[in-house]
């Protein structure tokens, strides 16, 4: 059996999906495995997947993500998964890469993935998410491979931004709010520019909010399960956030990772929203990761004077700061899959409340071994 050799492009700010690469796949008799659950999972994976990721050049080891991957972590020596230094801003290396590897899937996960930073480093964000986009997809007709490769763009629900309708789905006009959004509103269009015009396999996946353990520790999801790990082992008093009432619809990663997949082994290129259809506020993702560790959060106050204090306790926990408001808000987004569920016969399988549980538990656990983490 011959192996499928898969590019994954986690060039830039992407290495927390990198550990979910391999989420879902299919063994030889075509069964679903579940990396997180079976412990051999990773490894008939890398059997039957030859996998290439592409990192940016850094003074310090960046890869902890993904060091499960390596055959010998200790050692960081390669098995099955073969990473190349690149990046999305150069052309000539992308060239290289895929014309070196001639991969069958590319997924391209690279991003500067942070919405309030994208308005700081706006130019940054444009190359990278934009134009890098059209790179991949130029360096792929370039090789010669436009008949041969299915292309996965990571799109996202930050191109509905002022929502036009409730719930979004794919034909929801869009409306971004932020450098990042309109970047990757480009990138949308560049996939299915390329499509159209060069008759590639190319599909955007509009996933909303994704999230596990290894999510990014400046998103606001993982800052919450760090900040929440950390006070409940006496580590911290209090953090700030933004936006309480900012309303996001949040799934596992590892169940959208399936659904990328599942849009690469269809017979025709479309583009599918991936969501899990609920919505629920920052202020409730607070509340929910507090109660877990036992801890019952009461609101005081309104506006920039609001604080979130421990009702057992009395002690303020959660403070809001305007430095984490972004300059145009995204309030409320909340995506219509049916598209996925008639068509790949995908649905999410981990709850909210699961979501917020295990990525409490994991950073009580990391908190425990080393409190500067």
């Known amino acids: 059996m011959s192996k499928c050799t898969i590019c994954w492009i986690f060039a830039t700010h992407s290495f927390w999906i990198s550990r979910n690469i391999a989420g879902y796949f299919l063994d030889r008799k075509h069964r679903k495995v579940d990396v997180n659950k079976s412990p051999c999972a990773h490894v008939l994976c890398l059997i039957f997947f030859q996998v290439h990721g592409i990192l940016r050049r ?31 801003t150069d052309s000539t290396c992308l060239v290289k890469i895929i014309n070196q590897v001639k991969p069958t899937e590319i997924y391209n996960l690279g991003a500067q993935s942070h919405v309030k930073i994208s308005f700081e480093l706006a130019e940054y964000t444009a190359n ?28 996202t629900s930050e191109l509905y931004g002022k929502v036009q309708e409730i719930p979004q789905k794919e034909t929801t006009p869009f ?12 990138a949308y269009w560049i996939v299915v520019n390329f499509r159209e015009a060069y008759n590639m396999f190319a599909v955007n996946g509009i996933l909303f909010n994704h999230e596990s353990p290894r999510r990014g520790s400046n998103f606001v999801t993982r800052k919450i399960s760090r900040s929440v790990a950390k006070i409940h ?14 309303k996001r619809d949040w799934g596992h990663a590892k169940d959208y990772v399936e659904a990328m997949w599942l849009m690469l082994q269809q017979e025709e290129p479309e583009d599918f929203v991936i969501a899990t259809g609920e919505v629920h506020s920052v202020r409730e993702f607070v ?23 421990c ?36 649905k999410p399988k981990v709850t909210f409340e699961e979501l917020v549980k295990e990525m409490v538990d994991a950073d009580v656990e990391l908190m425990k071994k080393n409190p500067n983490a």
């Open 233 to 246: 082992l006496g580590q911290l008093e209090s953090f700030s956030l933004g936006n309480l009432d900012s």
């Open 128 to 155: 990278v998410d934009g134009v890098g986009t059209l790179r991949l997809l130029d360096a792929i007709k370039t090789c010669g491979l436009t008949n041969s490769v299915k292309f996965y763009q990571a799109s």
């Open 311 to 346: 009702q057992e306790t009395g002690v303020v926990h959660v403070k809001v700061d305007p430095k984490y408001f972004r300059p145009t808000e995204v309030d409320y987004l909340q995506g219509d899959s049916t598209k996925a569920y008639q068509k790949l016969s995908w």
């Open 58 to 88: 850094s003074s310090s080891f960046n890869t902890g993500r993904i060091e499960h991957l390596y055959q010998n972590p200790q050692t960081h020596t390669e098995g099955n998964m073969k990473l190349h230094y690149g990046d999305l």
């Open 175 to 186: 409306y971004p709010r932020s450098p990042y959004g309109a970047a990757k509103l480009y």
């Open 287 to 309: 509340e929910k990761a507090f109660r877990h560790v036992g801890k019952t959060i009461v609101w005081e106050g309104e506006d920039e004077r609001e604080v979130g204090r």
